[in-house]
C-alpha cells in the first residue's frame, strides 16, 4: 500500500468495512483461535512485539479509522446513539428484507470479485450448518452482522465496526492502537479512568455500556427471539478486548463467564470464513427462510 494512499472520505476512512475485518484476521491468525485456550499468550514478550507489527503494518485507511473510532467513542456518545437508535422506530423488515437492505450498502468493493454483504452472511451460515451446529446457531451466524444496516441510516464506518470496548472506565492496553485514546475527552474524566469506572466489580456486563457499533444495535433487534447463547454472540462478537484477549474479566458475572464460550465459539466463523467461493442465494433462500421463521415474525421493529 503506497504512503501516498489518502482516504476518499475524512469520516470513512475504509474503502469498504471489510478492510477492518481484514486487519483483525492479520492481528488474530486463524491458528491463535483454539477456544480451549482463548486468552493465552505463549510468550508475553513475543506478543507484545507483534502487536507492535500489526499497528505499524496497518493500511493509512484502517489506521484513521482506529483513530476516529478511540477519538469519538465517548461515554456520552455511547449513550446518545443508544437514545438515538434503539427506540427501533426507523423500519419494519423481515430478516430476509434487511438482509437484502444490508446488500445495498455501496462501498469500493469490486462487485466481480468480492462477496456482497448477503453473501457474507450466508458464507458464515453454512460453515456452522457444515459442521453440525444446531439450528439457532446457524441462524445467528446468518443474521450477526445485520446491525451494519446502522451505515445506510448514514452512521460513520467508526461508530458502526470496530472492536468493541467499554466506556466508562479505563481502557485496556490490549485494545489495539491503545494510544489513539489520548485524544479521546474520557481520558481526561478522572471517574472514568480507574479500573471499574462508573461500575463495581462483578457487576455483568448487563450493567456496562460497550462502545456503540452494529452488535448492540443488532442485539436489541432481535433480543426477544433468540436463546441467550445466540444473544451473547451477537452482543459481543466484536469485543476482541475481552474473547481474544481476556480482559474485563472484572466486570464480567458468572453468567457472561459461561456465556462467553460461545462467544468464543462464534468468533472463528465470524472471522475466518469469508472465502472468495460465492454461496448460491437462489438454492439457499428456502433453507434459510424456514429457518428464520422458526425464530422470528415476518416483521421486526429496527
Ligand atoms: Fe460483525
Known amino acids: 500500500m503506497a504512503a501516498t494512499e489518502t482516504p476518499s472520505n475524512s469520516n470513512d476512512p475504509l474503502s469498504n468495512l471489510e478492510e477492518w475485518e481484514d486487519f483483525l484476521k492479520v492481528r488474530y491468525p486463524e491458528e491463535t483461535a483454539a477456544s480451549s485456550k482463548p486468552f493465552q499468550a505463549t510468550d508475553p514478550n513475543k506478543a507484545k512485539e507483534q502487536f507492535r507489527n500489526y499497528e505499524a503494518d496497518a493500511r493509512p485507511s484502517v489506521r484513521e479509522f482506529y483513530r476516529l473510532n478511540h477519538r469519538h467513542q465517548t461515554y456520552d456518545f455511547v449513550q446518545a446513539k443508544k437514545k438515538e437508535f434503539l427506540s427501533l422506530s426507523r423500519r419494519r423488515m423481515g430478516i430476509w428484507e434487511a438482509m437484502e437492505f444490508l446488500n445495498t450498502l455501496v462501498d469500493?468493493?469490486?462487485?466481480?470479485?468480492?462477496?456482497?454483504?448477503?453473501?457474507?452472511?450466508?458464507?458464515?451460515?453454512?460453515?456452522?450448518?457444515?459442521?453440525?451446529?444446531?439450528?439457532?446457531?446457524?441462524?445467528?451466524?446468518?443474521?450477526?452482522?445485520?446491525?451494519?444496516?446502522?451505515?445506510?441510516?448514514?452512521?460513520?464506518?467508526?461508530?458502526?465496526?470496530?472492536?468493541?470496548?467499554?466506556?466508562?472506565?479505563?481502557?485496556?492496553?490490549?485494545?489495539?492502537?491503545?494510544?489513539?485514546?489520548?485524544?479521546?475527552?474520557?481520558?481526561?474524566?478522572?471517574?472514568?479512568?480507574?479500573?471499574?469506572?462508573?461500575?463495581?466489580?462483578?457487576?455483568?456486563?448487563?450493567?456496562?455500556?460497550?462502545?456503540?457499533?452494529?452488535?448492540?444495535?443488532?442485539?436489541?433487534?432481535?433480543?426477544?427471539?433468540?436463546?441467550?447463547?445466540?444473544?451473547?454472540?451477537?452482543?459481543?462478537?466484536?469485543?476482541?478486548?475481552?474473547?481474544?484477549?481476556?480482559?474485563?474479566?472484572?466486570?464480567?458475572?458468572?453468567?457472561?463467564k459461561e456465556m462467553f464460550e460461545w462467544v468464543r465459539a462464534f468468533n472463528p466463523y465470524d472471522l475466518y470464513t469469508k472465502g472468495h467461493e460465492r454461496p448460491n442465494v437462489e438454492q439457499l433462500r428456502s433453507f434459510y427462510n424456514e429457518l428464520i421463521s422458526e425464530y422470528f415474525p415476518t416483521e421486526l421493529r429496527w
Open 108 to 256: 469500493d468493493s469490486d462487485p466481480d470479485t468480492d462477496l456482497s454483504q448477503l453473501e457474507h452472511l450466508l458464507q458464515t451460515a453454512e460453515q456452522i450448518r457444515r459442521d453440525g451446529h444446531p439450528r439457532w446457531f446457524i441462524l445467528t451466524g446468518l443474521i450477526h452482522d445485520l446491525g451494519k444496516i446502522l451505515c445506510l441510516y448514514g452512521e460513520p464506518q467508526w461508530a458502526v465496526v470496530g472492536d468493541t470496548f467499554p466506556v466508562g472506565c479505563a481502557y485496556s492496553d490490549k485494545i489495539v492502537f491503545h494510544q489513539f485514546f489520548a485524544d479521546n475527552p474520557d481520558s481526561r474524566e478522572p471517574k472514568y479512568q480507574t479500573r471499574t469506572g462508573i461500575y463495581s466489580e462483578g457487576c455483568g456486563l448487563e450493567n456496562v455500556h460497550l462502545s456503540w457499533g452494529h452488535d448492540e444495535y443488532l442485539y436489541h433487534v432481535v433480543k426477544g427471539y433468540l436463546p441467550p447463547k445466540a444473544l451473547y454472540m451477537i452482543r459481543y462478537h466484536s469485543f476482541y478486548p475481552a474473547h481474544r484477549e481476556g480482559e474485563y474479566q472484572h466486570l464480567m458475572n458468572g453468567r457472561d
